[in-house]
């Protein structure tokens, strides 16, 4: 039956192609060599596509045959071995096989004779274990792919579940002229390669799993057929015409299977797996011996070697022992080159060292590969377009790379050209197209990763200038709050105070003020402990070593300047109260207020942080670490519930407390002011900025920015004139304070509650889902995820956060009706649920960016370990992003809004019965001016990204997805703009 299935594989075919001449009898006239051990063997680090690996030992460490010598360093890397039995004698930068000659980090290791293994452990139950730990295993064996780039095999077999696998290929083609390793690896370990395969099927489950080879290789074939009939495999055996490069990935899979991989794609994407016949072999060696990948089979061929051959050869040899080993002739070595002709390249010295990749040593005479001819003119003959195996337009990139028109060529697909150089090979003017298309493509990666650190750069930037203004009003708040408590207790001291005890009574506010100036400076300092220590966190989290010691280092300090503030603190005397007790009496209620206010809003704090603590313990039981903070959080909750007892004990109401609530009024009242003053001010700044931006594009609501910018100032000017005039302020402040009503407390406490409880349900959605997100991606199936936790709490999350909704809903109801009736009453209460608004909206402006920041910063990371798009997309990062900016806009446009729709408190109580008809068509047309703005500036906004999208394709999918959220918000505003427009009619008529 598998006869049959042999002899009936479909055989397709691939655009273009030649027919260099083979040279590959050369190295097969003699069986497989094996080398002798050299003096040294040079291990670099970065003998595969992506980080390199991480050096485990040092310098002098003995080390066994097939020991852990490296290990991964991050997602994209893998794992490195002695190849024999030594001691490391150096960790240095030496020269390693590279285009441009480049030297890298390796780890030097004498051998000591003795090939001395170290334990192996076969993973024998490999059928019975879940296939993710089959993979973790394979990367700690060090595989990764041998016939290509060097991609880490458990990578690409963890890429190849986002799809079902139709076809699993096995690419045994080895078009490259010269190269027979592949050919000698068949002929020599058949039933390896079979068994690697088999091993290989079980991971990845493909319905049809074929054994692509190209028709040069009779051996290898019969040999192939000859155990897959004995074995009664279903494995198909597909033999294809000699041509190059039909060895290529995407050709191959063409040839296989007739279906072409889309540009920008890969074969994963459209259910098909590739993997090397060395790959195969080695995976067996790991899974069924327990042998890490330590040597690999290597071509030695060219006129300048008198026993070209075959060898498998130790990782790390020396190309110039192998030279030896062939008995190479230097008077005829011309050129060195690591590879095939077509797509390899020289070598500058032959004291680099073999790698994982590395399947073909060169060594060419003059004769047999002559200089190049001089480039000429092209003649547009066209032979290059039907020679290239990817379809492209050979002719039209060399012109576009010639006059540095990147962004034509990446139109071009100039990123598909797969470098194979058929097109230079047929080229009757000698010109080397594929040298230019390099040149390009590193020209493109270049100014792709001068944007990105641009953007990152002015991110930082901005960040900094927020958080220095926010730090700088910050202070001054700070500074005017001592300012203000300093002259007004000063004030009550001297009317307390008989005459003889002035100098006692005088030193209280200072030594206060010192308190204070010290509690400021230890809560600055404990939010940059706070900060250091989740930075140290993520370090230790990415494993860098220098940066952990470093922040290690100033986490230190800050313990160290803290505890001394605080031993400071305590040293401070308390202001004794020196006036008889009926004074004390009088002056004293605001204090104890304070004191009691501060205990309170500790217990809640203490409070919270020990809820936190004791989920975490409930999900780890046996973390001793945090038992013992629960301990120390219970006790500070015991002591500030024993304050707050204490404090209400002693807290009594008095005349005098409600002879010191206006003055309190009128300080708040002052301080409303100038924070409506600095609104105001910001509101002027932001209009500005629409205004600017407008007249950028030349909107048509630019006379109703230009508006609205006066009216914003004119604003601002009010409230300015109000702070010079603060008696007026004052005087206003004592008639509405004893108008307002006390339930408003209660209520802004409810709504506040509410809030709370609102982010905690939304928080334990969110947490819920990730978490959910995560057991998938590690690719657990739906029975598993089901019998965990998270989903029960996923839905007891979801019906908590639609409760609070619908409570919020029925209150925001009656919210309107409650606000009329108590909007005469109590002013002062409404315009301080403004600046909580106004607060919170700064709050979650923040909140927005450091989302946009860190999202980008992670997807930037990704692009930094080598993932590719789809693996991006598939991670949370872009969703992330997505909908941090969508909720950044949508916050920008609130506080436009709120900015500019605020009154001054004067206004609000001086408004008559006749304003407050008109008040609704005003913010009515205000509102529509703002809809407009909004429409003019998400139009604007798209007309950018599509530009944007032209001049940068290869981020089509996020640009897409951005021009996809911004039409969604044009589509709102423009419905709201037509049913205020349309509102404004109705009120029009029946006015």
Known sequence: MSAVNMQTANVFSFHGGIHPQENKAQSLQLPLGRPSLPSELILPLGQHIGQSSRPLVKVGDKVLKGETIAINNGFLSSFLHAPTSGTIAAIEE????????????????????????????PLSNWQDISKTDVLAYLSEMGIIGMGGAGFPTQVKLQGAHKNPLTHFIINAAECEPYITADDMLIRE??????????????????????????????????????????????????????????????????????????????????GILCQNVGTCVAVHDAITLGKPLISRFTTLTGDALKNPQNVEVLLGTPVAHLLDYADSEQKKLSRLIMGGPMMGYTLDSAAVPIVKTSNCILAASKKELPPPAPEQACIRCGMCEQACPASLL??????????????????HNLFDCIECGACSYVCPSSIPLVQYY?????????????????????????????????????????????????????????????????????????????????????????????????????????EHVEEINNLQLQVTDQEKTIASLEEQLAQVPSAAPVAPVENT???????????????????????????????????????????????????????????????????????????????AVISDELKKLKIDAAIAKAAVKKVEKALKKAEEINAPEIEAIRQQLQEAQQRADELEKALANPEAVMQKAESTSAKAEPATNFDADAIKKRKIDLAIAKAGVKKAEKNIQLLKEQGKDEAEINASEWPSKLKEAQDKLAVLEKEQAAETTKSPATTEASAPAAPVATENVDADAAKKRKIDLAIAKAGIKKAEKN??????????????????????????????????????????????????TAAAD????????????????????????????????????????????????????????????EILLEKLIHSQTNMQENR
Request: proline content about 5%.
């Open 94 to 121: 030496r020269l390693i096989a590279h285009p441009s000659g480049l030297s890298d980090l390796c780890i030097i290791l004498i051998p000591d004779g003795n090939e001395t293994w170290t334990k192996l452990e």
């Open 438 to 542: 390099r040149h390009s493509k590193s020209s493109i990666r270049e100014a792709r990763e001068a944007n990105v650190k641009s953007d990152l750069a002015k991110q930082r930037f901005e960040a900094r200038k927020a958080r220095q203004d926010a730090e700088a009003a910050e202070k001054e708040a700070k500074r005017l709050a001592r300012q203000k408590a300093t002259s007004s207790k000063a004030t009550d001291a001297k009317k307390a105070a008989p005459a003889k005890a002035a100098p006692t009574a005088a030193a209280a506010p200072a030594s206060n003020d010192e308190s204070k100036k010290l509690k400021v400076d230890i809560a600055i300092g404990k939010s940059k402990l706070k900060k250091l220590q989740k930075q140290l966190l993520e370090a230790q989290e990415n």
């Open 585 to 663: 009496a009088k002056a004293s209620p605001a204090p104890v207020s304070d004191e009691l206010k501060k205990a309170k809003v500790d217990v809640a704090l203490i409070g919270v942080k020990l809820k936190k603590l004791q989920k975490q313990l409930s999900e780890t039981p046996d973390d001793q670490e945090l038992k013992d903070k629960i301990s120390t959080f219970e006790t500070d909750l015991k002591a500030a519930q024993d304050t707050v007892s204490k404090l209400s004990e002693n807290t009594q109401p008095s005349a005098n407390t409600a002879a010191a609530e206006p003055k």
């Open 394 to 411: 050979p002719q039209q990139l060399l012109w576009f790379s010639k006059s540095q028109e990147f962004e034509k060529a990446e139109h």
């Open 189 to 270: 370990k058949t039933l390896e390669l079979i068994l690697g395969i088999e091993i290989l099927q079980h991971l990845v489950e493909a319905d049809n799993v074929v054994i692509g080879i190209e028709d040069n290789k009779p051996t290898a074939i019969a040999a192939l057929k000859s155990l897959l009939t004995k074995r009664n495999s279903k494995i198909q055996l597909a033999v294809v015409p000699t041509k190059y490069p039909s060895g290529g990935e995407k050709q191959l899979i063409q040839l296989l299977t007739g279906k072409e991989v889309p540009s920008g794609q890969y074969p994963a994407d459209i």
């Open 914 to 973: 006749s304003e407050a008809k008109v008040e609704p068509e005003m913010d009515l047309a205000t509102q529509i001016k703002k809809e407009k703005i909004a429409v003019a500036l998400a139009k604007a906004q798209i007309n950018k990204l599509n530009k944007r999208l032209e001049s940068t394709p290869e981020d089509a999918d996020s640009i897409n997805q951005e021009i996809t959220a911004t039409e969604q918000r044009l589509q709102s505003a």
């Open 859 to 908: 997807i930037q990371l990704l692009k930094d370990q080598g993932k590719d798009e789809s693996e991006i997309e598939a991670s949370e990062w872009p969703k992330k992003l997505i909908e941090a900016q969508q909720k950044l806009a949508a916050l920008e446009a609130e506080e436009s809004t709120s900015a500019t729709s605020v009154s001054t408190p004067v206004e609000k």
